[in-house]
């Protein structure tokens, strides 16, 4: 009998190859080095526009050892600054969000202060406007460039990298989600998980669904791994970063991508017939995998902590009107991505304690039902060798 090939199998041309060396998931000296070439040089998001709701309003988001506040200044843009003091270096905020009161950072250690806006200095204690040697403009904060797209905010911290939408390759590659209008979308639900994984393990892990009928009953159950994907990639062609990974289509008596399959929220409103048959999945390299359903929208960031640790962010986005309207339940939802992640988190886990292993030093293979995690593989390598 012929084997049901997952996901109707894979690209012509898909050969066996090798994965990345066990090292790469551990080493601290090539932790490093992807932190200088990947994730220091490239557009990373950090969250939602309606998650900054008042002038004055900061997130903070670390990345590896850097930590950087995001801030909503009085003319409504979002300006991002390293989080740390021009005096001695202290962190300036230390919890995740909060609000600069009259749009003023205050340094916890020697109370220098700063314009939110700017990232002006414009208070240093006890010293006299006129000291010999130093001048307050000399000590504005360093920025962090800070671009949106579609509801989302993103940071670079290269000052000379192409813009977000160059990077993108926007609107050309993007074109079949449009319709889904993820400007409009508001964010429902937000949950933090810290896995005990490589990062890259985690994205790796997204990009393939030869697992899904093992470790994911619930998720198979919806969207069957053997129901062929319908391919999108001659309609809109990745890029550098952004890659398609198709729709997959759900079984058969299932509305939504839910436990039960039962629609408890209207359909997105401009959607095709075919869209709310399935569920399209892409991502943004390098720590970006979005699931959009029919009637909402499940994505996660992955941050490097340590070569060995990874906090993951998981967002679930709806329209206002669901989440406006009490009569809309979005658990449904939420319990659905939070039980495939936590899933997902296990074993990744369990491959990061193998690959640390004498016996993973050269790695393992890539079959072609690996073929998207054999182009992230690339993607790094290409990266580090730039």
């Given amino acids: 009998m012929a084997t049901k ?54 997130i903070t988001t670390q990345v590896a050892h850097e930590n950087v506040m995001s801030v909503l200044t009085s003319d409504g843009q979002i300006k991002s600054y390293y989080n740390v003091c021009r005096h001695k270096g202290s962190r300036l905020c230390e919890g995740s969000s909060g609000h600069f009161h009259q749009g003023r950072i205050f340094c916890p250690y020697h109370s220098w202060g700063y314009n939110a806006d700017s990232g ?11 000291l010999e040697g130093f001048c307050r403009d ?33 609107p050309e590659s993007f074109d079949i989600y449009e319709r889904y209008h993820f400007q409009r979308l508001r964010l429902g639900h937000k949950k933090s998980y810290v896995v005990e ?66 629609g ?15 569920i399209y999945y892409f991502f943004i390299f390098p720590h970006l995998f979005f699931a959009v359903a029919s009637d909402y929208v499940f994505y996660f960031s992955a941050w490097p902590m340590a070569g060995d640790k990874t906090l993951v962010v998981g967002h679930w ?38 690959n640390q292993s004498k016996a993973y030093e050269h790695g393992g293979v890539l079959i072609p039902n690996d073929w998207r995690v054999g182009k992230f593989s690339d993607y790094v390598r290409n990266e580090l060798a730039d």
């Avoid at 890659?243 to 289509?249: F, I, K, R, S, V």
Wanted: net charge negative; proline share 6%; with cysteine.
């Fill in 317 to 354: 986005l709806f329209e206002p009107e669901v989440l406006e309207n009490p009569e809309y339940d979005i658990s449904d939802a939420v319990d659905f991505w939070d039980i495939t992640s936590v899933e997902d988190w296990k074993a990744s886990e369990l491959v990061q304690q193998g």
């Fill in 120 to 130: 002006a200095l414009i208070r240093t204690p006890n010293l006299p406007d006129d």
């Fill in 264 to 278: 408890r929220r209207p359909f997105f409103p401009d959607i095709t017939e075919q869209d709310r048959k399935g």
């Fill in 138 to 170: 000399d000590f504005s904060l360093f920025q962090v460039r800070t671009e949106t797209a579609h509801g989302f905010v993103f940071i670079n911290f290269d000052k000379d990298t192409e813009s977000l939408e160059q990077a993108l390759g926007l």
């Fill in 5 to 58: 090939l997952v996901e109707g199998g894979w690209p012509e041309g898909t050969i066996v190859r090798p994965t990345l060396p066990g090292k790469d998931y551990y080493d601290v000296q090539n932790y490093q080095r992807e932190l200088e070439k990947i994730w220091f040089r490239t557009w990373l998001c950090i969250g939602r526009v309606e998650e900054w709701k008042n002038a004055g309003d900061f």
């Fill in 197 to 262: 994984a490589n990062w890259k393990l985690i994205m790796e892990n997204a990009l393939e669904c030869y697992h899904c009928s093992t470790i994911h009953p619930e998720l198979s159950r919806c969207t069957p791994p053997t129901i062929a994907r319908h391919w999108v990639h001659d309609e809109v062609p990745g890029t550098k970063i952004l890659m398609h990974a198709g729709a997959m289509q759900l079984a058969p008596g299932f509305e939504r991508m839910t436990m039960d399959g039962v």
